[in-house]
């Protein structure tokens, strides 16, 4: 039987994923939270092979929790969910330690086939992903701006990108207000931009916020 835990902050995808899963036989939901503090608190006593993790969470991001996941529970595979499609975020997410990714809008079709292979694989990419990957170590000269941030840089831009403040993000991420600064200047040079206003117009343009 193959374990799964459910970390998603909405309840309504929540229930969702587990409408699709509790007709399979070989799978069963285990447990769910609705925020990356609650996983962490859940996985220190739960038994899972899979964690469905939504990527997009308030707080601390999918992205950003992987880390922790992967050095409590080395041995569980974790499958991101995301509203973003792969050419986004995927390959960021498998180098950080995930084990595969879905953008939601195909999770219906693709959920069990893709939890089923993680488990007995290892890993699960699609045709797309897998081409990503072929060539990943090219080189890319028409490689985007925001493809050069660190994982870190680019959770700072979407948190800079949906108006929140230097001081409520360094609060949210256990920062120095001087480190986030450190990070917003950074982020600014690698895109080429001089404001917040530039910041979410480039973050529009590039399709990486709805």
């Not at 995808?13 to 409408?19: A, D, F, Q, Y």
């Not at 060539?135 to 925001?146: I, K, R, S, V, Y």
């Not at 120095?176 to 600064?181: D, M």
């Amino acid at each position: 039987m193959i374990k799964v835990l459910i970390v998603d902050d909405h309840e309504i995808i929540r229930e969702g994923l587990k409408k699709i899963l509790k007709d399979e036989t070989d799978l069963v939901v285990v447990g769910e939270a609705q925020n990356g503090e609650e996983a962490l608190n859940l996985l220190k006593d739960l038994d899972c092979d899979i964690i469905l993790l939504d990527m997009n969470m308030p707080g601390r991001s999918g992205l950003d929790l992987l880390g922790d996941i992967k050095e409590l529970k080395p041995k569980v595979h974790v499958l991101v969910l995301s509203i973003h499609p792969e050419d986004k975020f995927a390959l960021r997410t498998l180098k950080a330690g995930a084990s595969g990714y879905l953008c939601k809008d195909t999770a219906l079709e693709e959920l069990v086939v893709a939890i089923r292979k993680v488990y007995t694989k290892g890993r699960y990419l699609s045709t797309t992903l897998a081409e990503q990957l072929a060539f990943d170590f090219m080189p890319d000269e028409g490689q985007l701006p925001h493809e050069q941030l660190s994982k870190r840089e680019l959770e700072i831009m979407l948190m800079l990108t949906s108006g929140q403040k230097v001081k409520d993000i360094a609060a949210e991420l256990n920062l120095s207000i001087s480190t986030v600064f450190t990070y917003r200047v950074r982020i600014f040079e690698k895109l080429n931009i001089k404001s917040n206003v530039e910041l979410t117009h480039y973050a529009i343009s590039n399709k990486l916020v709805d």
